[in-house]
């Protein structure tokens, strides 16, 4: 089955500098990457997603990179903020299923 | 619209009683995934249900643990007999179905302790 691959577990950056969280996975058949942001305690909330036909996805300070022909999709964030701070997670899925495989997570902690 | 509604929040169980976790989807949603996360840990799939119907159970335990999605009211995921390897934090989820279905939008989670 699918397997998903997040590095690195833990991200500590400047306030301004710029987070990168990469994944991996190993499915083929895999065509939906969607990136969720959890806070302490709280629900995972979408913040982007790509699907296979695109390389890239922006939206506003976070963008999102997709190689299928390596299998691995990364995460970026320019002029981190503080309330940036959260765990990072991506995941993979066939096209029409919510059954996603989540990464590990990335804490990211954004240092003012 | 509230969102996907969970309950409730908290659930203290002591070994060998049952849990009942509640899912309401958002509105106009027909699709209801459970997922488990363990501490510092991503979330893992258990089920995918609609309406009446186990779409995709694989994730699922295969005893103790039971899902179920009825024509009225909330999905339930129900785990009997708890264990304390039970303690997590169960999330539910909502899609519309259709060409987005793989877009999930999460409640807030019940926060299961067993003793």
């Known amino acids: 089955g699918e397997n998903v691959e997040q590095h690195p577990s833990t991200l500590s950056v400047q306030e301004g500098d710029s987070a990168v969280i990469k994944c991996t996975y190993s499915d083929s058949a895999s065509n939906y990457f969607p990136w969720y942001k959890q806070e302490l305690g709280k629900r995972p909330q979408l913040i982007i997603d790509i699907r296979s036909n695109v390389g890239e996805k922006k939206d506003q300070r976070i963008a999102v990179t997709l190689n299928k022909t390596a299998k691995h999709f990364s995460l970026h964030i320019t002029e981190t903020q503080p309330e940036d701070s959260a765990v990072y997670f991506c995941?993979?899925?066939?096209?029409?299923?919510?059954?996603?495989?989540f990464g590990q997570g990335t804490t990211l902690q954004v240092k003012p | 619209n509230a969102g996907v509604m969970q309950n409730p929040r908290h659930l203290v169980r002591r070994r060998g009683q049952e849990a009942r976790l509640r899912c309401s989807p958002m509105k106009g949603h027909s699709h209801v995934y459970w997922y488990r996360q363990l501490p510092e840990e991503g979330l893992k799939f258990m089920v995918y249900l609609q309406k009446e119907n186990i779409i995709d159970e694989s994730g699922m335990p295969k005893e103790r643990f039971s899902a179920e999605f009825p024509k009225e009211g909330p999905s339930i995921l129900r785990i009997q007999q708890v264990v304390r390897g039970d303690s997590a934090a169960y999330f539910c989820a909502s899609s519309p179905g259709g060409t987005v279905n793989e877009k999930l939008f999460f409640g807030s989670g019940t926060q299961l302790s067993v003793l």
């Open positions: 995941a993979a899925s066939m096209s029409n299923t919510g059954k996603l495989i």
